[in-house]
């Protein structure tokens, strides 16, 4: 038993309804209570989808249980089809039917439904969203797709983008962008838009684009074996791995590496001086590991900020996640527990979160800009402009959106110097952002001992350390954006010295120690 | 003149309901929590679930707001299921830890979950374990949220009927309001109650456990919401007496409910109209306002929050508008039977759901207001149809005079919008 508050993954068979959701032509058929259907609301809500997900629930509720929940299985399944008239069924239950056991997978067998009925197991205690999705696309696959003649010209098929990601759908054009430059053309894309009879014909091409590992690596496998087709290792995301995608595809399908770089503006962007102020910006990471991977190259290489912290909450990738760490000479962070984000990045003090929307609340409490480059997003994550994160448009994207939540290069000089002009305090935060000032840690549970008393010496942290009033006073000349970092920096250098009571001279002493 | 308008021929209340049993598209029971822990402000709300039930306080919820909310999840795992004993120990090792972690809580819910239920966790015995185990400082409730027991509003229902048994005894004549509503509202019921002289008046729930109100043989109490049933059936058993009215939707509704209980206190006619005669002509301003987009407007109810009879009420009533259908969950008409005298016989009364068919329904009736489940809305949207969410109504001030006009713009303003919006090339 582990106690939950806000969680990154949902129960497996959520998963399974973004393969669904995502698809066309497909129909689940989920053993579950009524409470359950909670889920349509994600994709017609959050994704603002026109259409219900095609899910059909049991809903059955705790008088049937012991006597016909099964038949209330067939018989939803039944309607299902004779309504839907779908190409191919999946089925399965939720965690409270894997609890009764009525096997959904074996009760559609013996049912003869006309069309291929994939059965789903999806361990709901001990397994989440992600595992779902990637089993569920897994046993599609392995149901309809088969070895066939390939196409004349290469193809490709685009697998993973599915219901509910973040920014699949545009990924899919840059994607199909990119190989379109090499003359390379696309067989399938799946599971988004993809009907039952697309995915039968997924043996078609000569290679997999794998665009998200987390959703559709064991299928890329699969092909891999059944198939004999290739796939790709490398996600373009970043101008760094775009460039390494065009170079991998080129070599396994023996093409010329051709690019348009005509329309890729990311590189003068973070040349230009406007950006000498990105420099160094300590940034936390933190989302599924595929964006978290190609998020720490970003930063590093391209915008010029420094990764103090990185972690995925996806345990099956933590392997990976802990070697990234390594080369970037930081710690892991693996974990499902929003708190234990909360309390890494309350320790490090970035200056920027890069993570999901749990991320971006914890960046609305502590004051900390913070930009979203992973799933699980919310509504504002799935704008009406094309805005993709892979290939030379999704660099341009990026740079544009990760710089979005700071204070502009000319605009922090101009902080620094009108520090106590009153109509130019820094309280107002970064001016092209309105409402959306970053607020001190008020709902927090802790109280914040800075702001409270100024007059009397306030004490910081676990040893005793004791900001001296005037100190106290100049800290709070220093403008929002740098003044958590000039507390925390303040607080090591007196740390470090056995300093208990920290002064003006303190402070600037630690500034000089710091300066870079 | 504060009686209802005499309805004349058959009225809903003994309309034929089309009972229907087929896929339900409603949250369940354990949604309540989100408005539920707000009101109780010492009160922590552990639910004895899945990854499932965690997701679903997350997405009904909509955004986290609070790094820490003062509810959760204990999430069930593989070891939890293969023996019962273990799964005890366990939970009252979580319990241990968050009431360690958060001494401000007072009052414990275990709220039980379908997978709690299915493998039969004894959640009252663990309460009452817990309680011997915790007191005097925190006491320990349960209660289920379950899908498969309760729909959607039902949970408070469960909640607050769980909390009837441990209220103390008293012999006072008092008035208790039954039902969580938002603070202003609550406050403003009990103003306008003060005013003609009724007293004194107790809230369940209250914001602390240290308020909590007595009950007794001398108690009378009004329900707030619909869907109390199970909480009035305990306060029955109380010695308690319920006082039967419509709903406090509307002017209409707001004065009738009014009325009742200045009955029952004896508070005479002019009284009444001196406490109530400006905030119902405020209310009927505001409803006019608001109403004149949804005059002569058909409107269809989706079975959500139970609030659906009482609002068809208002709506047809107040707002000049026709029902075609009012679903509802479960019909209780000793709730909301006074609310169904007042509806003339002609829409379709329907209980319980089959969501194709119901679709169907819509479909063919093309009203020109749908009022249903987030999951709902967008797909009947993108199919021309204009949408009320159902779930505004549990989150939103829409009780009593002051709120009166805000209800009928919740349904005004998706139908202004639609006549609003320009999307085409002009001619
Ligand atoms: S329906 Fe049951 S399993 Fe689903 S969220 Fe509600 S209580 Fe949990
Ligand atoms: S500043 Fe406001 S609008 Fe802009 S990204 Fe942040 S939260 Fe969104």
Redesign the interface.
């Known amino acids: 038993?582990?106690?939950?508050?806000?969680?990154y993954?949902?129960?497996p068979?959520?998963g399974a309804m973004r393969v669904a959701t995502a698809m066309k032509g497909l129909h689940y058929v989920l053993h579950a209570?009524?409470?359950?259907?909670?889920?349509?609301?994600?994709f017609?809500?959050i994704e603002?989808?026109?259409?219900?997900?095609p899910v059909?629930?049991?809903?059955?509720?705790?008088r049937d249980?012991g006597t016909d929940t099964a038949s209330i299985f067939r018989e939803?399944c039944r309607?299902a089809y004779d309504?839907y008239q779908p190409q191919a069924m999946i089925v399965g239950a939720?965690?409270?039917a894997e609890?009764?056991q009525d096997d959904p997978g074996g009760l559609a067998e013996a049912m003869d439904i006309p069309v291929p009925v994939v059965a789903l197991e999806l361990?709901?205690?001990?397994r989440?969203e992600n595992f779902g999705s990637d089993e569920t696309f897994y046993q599609i696959v392995r149901a309809l797709a088969q070895p066939m003649e390939r196409t004349q010209e290469i193809t490709a098929n685009l697998i993973g983008p599915l219901a509910l990601g973040f920014r699949h759908r545009d990924d899919i054009e840059e994607v199909k962008g990119l190989l379109y430059e090499m003359g390379i053309g696309v067989n399938v894309v799946a599971p988004f838009d993809a009907t039952p009879e697309d995915i039968a014909k997924l043996g078609q091409a000569h290679f997999n684009v794998l665009m998200y590992p987390e959703h559709a690596e064991t299928a890329a496998r699969h092909l891999e074996r059944t198939c004999s087709q290739p796939y790709t290792k490398t996600v373009p995301i970043g101008v760094g791995a775009t460039h390494d995608f065009v170079a991998e595809v080129a070599q396994i399908c023996a093409v010329e590496p051709k690019k348009d770089l005509s329309r890729l503006r990311q590189p003068w962007w973070s040349k230009s001086v406007d950006s000498t102020y990105l420099t160094g910006k300590r940034v936390f990471l933190f989302g599924d590991a595929t964006h978290v991977k190609t998020a720490a190259r970003i930063a590093r290489d391209e915008m010029g900020f420094e990764v103090v912290g990185l972690g995925c909450y996806n345990r099956e990738f933590a392997r990976d996640i802990r070697k990234l760490a390594k080369d970037y000479g930081v710690e892991a962070l693996i974990t499902d527990d929003y708190?234990e984000v909360?309390k890494a990045i309350e320790d490090l003090a970035p200056e920027m979160i890069l993570g999901t929307q749990?991320e971006r609340?914890?960046g609305k409490?502590l004051g900390i800009p913070c930009a979203v480059i992973s799933a699980p997003v919310?509504v504002q994550d799935f704008p009406a402009r094309y805005s993709p994160q892979m290939g030379w448009e999704g660099a341009n994207v990026i740079f544009d959106t990760w710089i979005h939540p700071l204070v502009m290069g000319l605009e922090e000089h101009l902080l620094h110097m009108f520090r106590e002009d009153f109509e130019f305090h820094d309280e107002a935060g970064a001016s092209h952002h309105g409402g959306h000032a970053p607020k001190p840690i008020a709902?927090?549970?802790a109280p914040e001992p800075v702001a409270a008393q100024p007059e009397a010496p306030v004490e910081t942290g676990g040893d005793v350390m004791v900001w001296l009033a005037d100190a106290e006073r100049e800290l709070k000349k220093i403008p929002f954006f740098v003044r958590g970092k000039a507390k925390r920096n303040t607080e090591k250098f007196a740390a470090e010295r056995g300093v208990s009571e920290i002064s003006i001279d303190t402070l600037y002493e630690a500034k000089a120690h710091f300066a870079r | 003149m504060n009686q209802p308008t005499n309805i004349s021929g058959a009225t809903c209340r003994d309309a034929p309901i089309l009972k229907e049993r087929?896929?339900?598209?409603?949250?369940?029971?354990?949604?309540g929590i989100i408005w539920l822990h707000r009101k109780m402000q010492d009160a922590f709300f552990?639910v004895?679930g899945?990854?499932?039930c965690?997701?679903?306080l997350?997405?009904?919820a909509g955004?986290?707001?609070?790094?820490?909310?003062r509810?959760?999840?204990?999430?069930?795992?593989?070891g939890?299921?293969a023996g019962m004993a273990d799964?005890h120990e366990?939970?009252d090792?979580?319990v241990d830890?968050?009431l360690s972690r958060r001494p401000d809580i007072k009052q414990l819910f275990l709220v039980g979950s379908?997978?709690s239920?299915?493998?039969k966790l004894d959640l009252h015995r663990a309460a009452e374990r817990l309680t011997v185990k915790h007191a005097p400082h925190v006491r320990v409730l349960n209660y289920s949220g379950?899908?498969?027991?309760t729909?959607f509003t039902q949970g408070e229902d469960a909640c607050l009927a769980s909390m009837v048994p441990v209220l103390p005894e008293t012999d006072e004549r008092e008035l208790l309001l039954v039902g969580a509503l938002p603070d202003v509202v609550e406050d403003q019921a009990v103003d306008l109650l003060t005013k003609m002289g009724i007293g004194p008046i107790r809230v369940l729930p209250a914001h602390r456990s240290a308020e909590a109100p007595g009950v007794g043989p001398n108690t009378v109490y009004a329900c707030l919401q619909p869907f109390l049933g199970d909480t009035s059936a305990a306060l029955d058993r109380r010695g308690a007496r319920m006082i039967q009215a419509p709903f406090p939707f509307g002017e209409e509704g707001t004065t009738l409910w009014l009325r009742a209980i200045a009955d029952e206190f004896g508070v005479d006619d002019e009284t009444f109209a001196h406490v109530t005669d400006a905030p119902r002509a405020r209310a009927r301003t505001a409803i006019a306002n608001a109403a004149k987009a949804l005059q002569g407007k058909t409107i269809f109810f989706m079975p959500d929050s139970q609030l659906e009879i009482p609002l068809a009420r208002f709506l047809t009533r107040e707002c000049g508008m026709e029902a075609i259908e009012i679903g509802q969950p479960y019909i209780h008409k000793g709730l909301v039977g006074p609310d169904m005298d007042l509806i003339p016989a002609g829409p379709t009364i329907s209980e319980g759901q089959d969501v194709?068919k119901q679709l169907d329904r819509v479909r063919a009736a093309r009203p020109d207001l749908t009022v249903c489940?987030?999951?709902?809305?967008?797909?009947l949207?993108?199919e021309g149809l204009t949408t009320k969410w159902a779930i505004e109504l549990v989150f939103t001030p829409v009780h009593f005079y002051e709120q009166a006009g805000d209800l009928a713009g919740l349904f005004s303003r998706p139908v202004r919008r639609r006549e609003l919006l320009k999307l085409e090339a002009a001619e």
Not at chain 1, 56 to 62: D, I, K, P, Q, R
Not at chain 1, 123 to 126: L, R, V
Not at chain 2, 71 to 78: D, H, K, P, Q, S
Not at chain 2, 373 to 379: I, M
């Open positions: 038993m582990k106690l939950t508050v806000w969680t993954e949902g129960p068979h959520v209570p009524q409470g359950d259907t909670y889920a349509d609301l994600l017609t809500m603002r989808r026109n259409h219900r997900p059909s629930y049991t809903t059955f509720e705790g249980l939803t309607d309504r939720s965690c409270t609890l009764i361990p709901s205690y001990q989440k708190l909360e749990m609340h914890i409490r919310h709902e927090a549970p | 087929g896929q339900r598209e409603v949250f369940c029971g354990l949604t552990l004895v899945s990854r499932t965690a997701h679903l997350q997405s009904a955004v986290m707001i609070f790094a820490e909310p509810f959760g999840t204990a999430v069930l795992e593989e939890d299921l799964a366990e939970l090792r979580e830890r968050l379908c997978p239920e299915v493998i379950s899908g498969i027991e729909t194709d489940g987030l999951g709902l809305a967008n797909p949207e993108a």
